[in-house]
């Protein structure tokens, strides 16, 4: 129930997906957002939050990533080609990476800024720059990175989604709900289960 079965997630993946999946959306609208805003004051209000949501975020992906590590995929249904299983397995390698990168691309944006605004992770936690350089030259690149690792995250979670509602409204095969509820694969079944 609490770690991911043969065929099923655990609530400790379940939570942390769905948790992780509503703060990189929130972050991907507050970034488009706050970067084309007239008000200024708001936008750097706005900034600050982003920042410390980023770090959040990124510190519950280091959590998945390790509870991943001890807590191995389940596996697919029979139903599932071994090419369509290996794109799945691709897609979701592209979204770690994705989730690891897109954080850290926009601590070292701050972390080189010329403008050496502090980070005060939810006005509480003084978080420390990378150390990098700093320069005006650094900045324009770092933000580049973080735009368009914005930009493939976009199309990557928009690929992923239309995957996972084609699974489940067209192929019906329960892929959906076994991120939604844990255990509801037949423990143990291997590769070629069925859902019960
Ligand atoms: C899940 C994590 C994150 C996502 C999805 C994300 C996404 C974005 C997006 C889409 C933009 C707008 C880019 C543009 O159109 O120009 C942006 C801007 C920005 N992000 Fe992030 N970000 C994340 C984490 C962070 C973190 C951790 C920091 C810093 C600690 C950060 C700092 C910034 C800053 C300073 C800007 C404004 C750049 C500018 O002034 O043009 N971001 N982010
Ligand atoms: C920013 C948003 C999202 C990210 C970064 C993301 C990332 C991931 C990753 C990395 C996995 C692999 C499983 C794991 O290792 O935990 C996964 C699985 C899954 N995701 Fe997402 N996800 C997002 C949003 C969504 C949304 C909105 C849906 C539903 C419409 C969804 C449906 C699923 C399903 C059904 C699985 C399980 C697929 C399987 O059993 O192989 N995800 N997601």
Redesign the pocket.
């Known amino acids: 129930m609490i770690r991911n079965g043969k065929d099923s ?1 655990g609530l400790v ?1 379940i939570v ?2 769905w948790a ?2 509503l703060l ?2 929130g972050q991907l609208v507050m970034g488009t957002i706050m970067v084309r805003m007239a008000n200024q004051r708001l936008a750097f209000d706005l900034i600050q939050w982003h920042k410390s949501f980023g770090l959040l975020t990124l510190a519950l992906v280091a959590m ?1 990533l390790a509870w ?1 590590l001890a807590n191995p ?2 596996s ?1 249904p029979g139903t599932i080609s071994d090419l369509e299983a290996r794109a ?1 397995r691709g897609m ?1 390698r592209l ?2 990476a ?2 690891v990168l897109l954080p850290l691309s926009g601590w070292a944006l701050v972390s080189v800024s010329v403008l050496a605004i502090p980070t005060l992770a939810f006005y509480l936690l003084l978080v420390p720059d990378l150390p990098l350089a700093v320069s005006e030259r650094a900045e324009h690149v770092w933000m580049l990175v973080h735009r368009q690792l914005g930009y493939v ?1 976009m199309a990557a ?1 928009s690929i ?2 239309l995957a ?2 084609r ?1 489940h409204f067209r192929l019906k095969n329960g ?2 709900l ?2 939604l509820r844990p255990s509801r694969f037949r423990e143990g079944a291997g590769r070629n289960s069925d859902i019960v």
């Open positions: 997630y993946a942390l997906h992780i999946a990189i959306i998945r991943r995929m389940p697919y799945a979701h979204l770690y994705l989730m995250m979670v992923h989604v996972a509602l699974h892929l959906l076994r991120m």
